[in-house]
């Protein structure tokens, strides 16, 4: 039977980290990649017999890279602390791992946001891979790089990722200074057509073509901010190159 590790990186989730450890308690082993928390959350791990890796943050792949060297089964499961794997979805990556077919796995996130799951507002990430085959790569979104063919499991995780309507907001302010930090090492620059097209293409993107209307008033509060997230991104560029942070 082929072994599973559980990496699950933590920044003051003690709120969010017990029901994950919870649910992910059929792994041969859990590791907590810490950033340094202030809260309990390295104390919650260790109450729950992790094997707990303290670092302070640079970028997400440098974290994930870091703890893949701690982990010592077949697999990797990389799981944030506000996700959860469900009983069925736990049975589709136990038969995943033993057929062999594929070197790594997509796993499906609907967000959950004003209590619902938005099945229309949802990301497939492969999060399910072959240890020694494996590394990310990234500063801001990283990707998992793989070494093999990937395939869909078709259980979906439990996602709480957005904790309120401040708490989302603060997220989408903190991605787009990283965005806008890495488009100035590039050299890019951010004009009218920025501010003014890419948050209207985003939002008609994700509230039309994907459909997130039929996610009802979350849908459309989603869909409307992940537009500011856009134009915050680039109104942060302008700045950086002004100065002015």
């Given amino acids: 039977m082929p072994t599973l590790s559980v990496i699950i990186p933590t920044y003051n989730e003690a709120l969010y980290l017990k029901d994950a450890l ?17 809260d309990e959350t390295v104390a919650i791990a ?14 997400f792949s440098n974290q994930k890279n870091h703890a893949l060297q701690f982990a010592t089964c077949d697999w990797v499961l990389f799981l944030d602390a506000d996700e959860r ?16 077919k594929h070197t790594a796995y ?4 609907p967000h959950f946001y004003m209590n619902r799951f938005l099945y229309y507002h949802n990301n497939d990430v492969t999060r399910l891979v072959v240890r020694e085959k494996c590394h990310f790569e990234g500063n801001v979104h990283e990707k998992l790089i793989v070494d093999g063919s990937v395939g869909q499991l078709k259980n979906k995780v439990l996602h709480y990722t957005y904790k309120g ?3 989302y907001i603060s ?11 890495r488009m100035l090492e590039k050299g890019k620059k951010a ?16 509230y039309i073509v994907k459909r997130g209307f039929m996610d009802g008033v979350p849908g459309l509060a989603v869909a409307g901010i992940n537009a500011y ?17």
């Fill in 106 to 109: 997509k796993l499906n996130f």
């Fill in 46 to 59: 260790e109450a729950h017999d992790c094997k707990v890796i303290s670092r302070k943050f640079d970028n």
């Fill in 171 to 181: 997220k989408k302010d903190k991605y787009a200074w990283f965005q806008a930090e």
């Fill in 165 to 167: 309507l401040l708490h």
């Fill in 22 to 38: 919870y649910s992910v308690q059929f792994a041969d082993e859990i590791i907590v990649i810490d950033s340094l928390s202030t």
């Fill in 229 to 245: 997230g856009v134009f915050s991104r680039y109104v942060k560029l302008i700045l950086l190159k002004k100065g002015m942070r």
């Fill in 85 to 100: 794997i469900t009983y069925p979805l736990q049975q589709e990556i136990m038969q995943a791992m033993q057929s062999g």
């Fill in 191 to 206: 004009t009218y057509f920025h501010l003014a097209f890419k948050p209207m293409y985003r939002f008609f993107h994700e």
